[in-house]
């Protein structure tokens, strides 16, 4: 039990936990970026292939992460397009593999929610004259609680991600090295303070990011 105790209130201990929601943070920031306003979009305007977007955004929710890795791994390498950047194995390749997990996520979570909306709404926002354009920022105030729960969702996804980290990432100690790729790591060398202690934090974060997601969307249905 001293161990365990030592370990938690160790240097490299909040190190690891700073980076994890850094990273997560910076991910999540990126794809509500660009999930947002591509979600809202498909939910207001019609255009040709729109309905198979739809279908590719969802479709993407499933991504196996070790695959996302692995194509990142080979866009950022040094033979790869993007190898000048110099990004393989830093945080910011970390960023980007989670961004491209949470993405579709919340593009999905908007559309479905501003859809509705739309659908209730659209008709009486242009009575008013207001082009889908211009009906965009008014359904997103409607609809704030379901983008609060779609920011939740994507955070979700990143904070307990772990394949597509590891590759780009290369869980290098004191640089790049998360939550997640630390457990795995120290609980197959027999640390298990270490890997104990960040399982607790993380299943303390995920609950965390659960309940209020369920709390938003019971608070919606009284």
């Known amino acids: 039990m001293a161990d365990f105790w030592t370990t938690v209130g160790s240097a490299e201990f909040a190190r690891i936990v700073a980076l994890s929601l850094g990273v997560s943070l910076s991910a999540t920031g990126l794809a509500i970026l ?41 866009v950022l390498s ?17 960023v980007l593999a989670q961004a491209v997990l949470a993405t579709p996520i919340v593009a999905a979570l908007v559309h479905r929610a501003l859809a509705d909306l739309w659908t209730d709404y ?7 004259g207001a082009t889908p354009l211009r009906s965009i ?4 105030a409607m609809g704030r609680t379901h983008m609060l729960t779609a ?17 780009v990432g290369g869980n290098i ?24 202690g960040l399982g607790f934090v993380l299943i303390g974060i995920s609950m965390a990011v659960s ?8 608070g919606r249905t009284r």
């Open 34 to 74: 660009l999930g947002l306003p591509f979600g809202a979009s498909l939910a207001v305007f019609r255009f040709p292939g729109r309905r198979l977007l739809i279908v590719i955004i969802n479709a993407l929710l499933g991504l196996p992460p070790v695959v996302v890795g692995l194509a990142l791994y080979l």
């Open 78 to 94: 040094r033979t790869g397009p993007l190898g000048e950047l110099r990004l393989l194995f830093t945080p910011g390749a970390m």
């Open 122 to 128: 659209g008709g009486a926002l242009r009575i008013d």
């Open 137 to 140: 920022p008014t359904l997103l």
């Open 151 to 167: 920011a939740l969702a994507g955070f979700g996804r990143t904070i307990s991600e772990v394949g597509a980290i590891l590759v």
């Open 173 to 196: 100690a004191g640089y790049t090295r998360t939550m997640t790729t630390a457990i795995a790591l120290e609980t197959s060398k027999g640390n298990l303070a270490l890997g104990l």
């Open 211 to 218: 309940a209020t997601a369920f709390a938003l969307g019971l």
